[in-house]
């Protein structure tokens, strides 16, 4: 007879390492699972508190909910109703204390694609050079 084996919940497995208190909250906006977890993993190793979204549409339902988020981390390309562009746009008018990093190896933005305090880095990014341009962001808009 098999042993039935107790069912775990997804939360479960993900708590937090240590006290969320005072770690800073990064939105990641990313469809590709495996860069997903990979920019999580270098996140939360940095101390950051991440939530995710796969999609413009879901990223917004999350800020509409959550006053703490400090910076939001896009991908150009994902699918839904809005690329990368358009999203860091409407996230400056919506949340101007909330900073945007655009990230792509892809697309590269023109004039006029992003809101003046976003900032695009293309890809590849290292991982501490992510860390350092987030930490930079939430900086700046601490300071106004």
Same mark, same amino acid.
């Given at each position: 007879m098999w042993n039935k084996v107790p069912s775990i919940s997804v939360a479960a497995l993900m708590k937090p390492r240590g006290p969320i =208190?005072?770690?800073?909250?990064? =939105? =990641? &906006?990313?469809? +590709?699972?495996?860069?997903?977890?990979?920019?999580?993993?270098i996140l939360?190793?940095?101390?950051?508190?991440v939530v995710e979204a796969d999609?413009?549409?879901?990223?917004?339902?999350?800020?509409?909910?959550?006053?703490?988020?400090?910076?939001v981390l896009t991908d150009v390309d994902m699918p839904g109703s809005l690329d990368?562009?358009?999203?860091?746009?409407?996230?400056?008018?919506?949340?101007? +204390? &909330?900073?945007? =990093?655009?990230?792509?190896?892809?697309?590269?933005?023109?004039?006029?694609?992003?809101?003046s305090n976003?900032?695009?880095v293309p890809k590849p990014l290292r991982p501490a050079a992510l860390v350092e341009q987030l930490q930079a962001i939430m900086a700046r808009h601490a300071a106004t």
């Open positions: =208190l005072n770690r800073p909250v990064v =939105l =990641l &906006v990313e469809d +590709e699972p495996l860069v997903r977890t990979t920019q999580v993993d939360r190793d940095a101390d950051f508190w999609d413009a549409d879901e990223a917004f339902e999350i800020l509409k909910r959550r006053q703490d988020v400090k910076v990368g562009f358009e999203f860091a746009r409407l996230v400056a008018q919506g949340w101007p +204390e &909330v900073g945007v =990093l655009v990230i792509s190896g892809k697309t590269f933005p023109s004039p006029g694609d992003l809101p976003a900032v695009f």
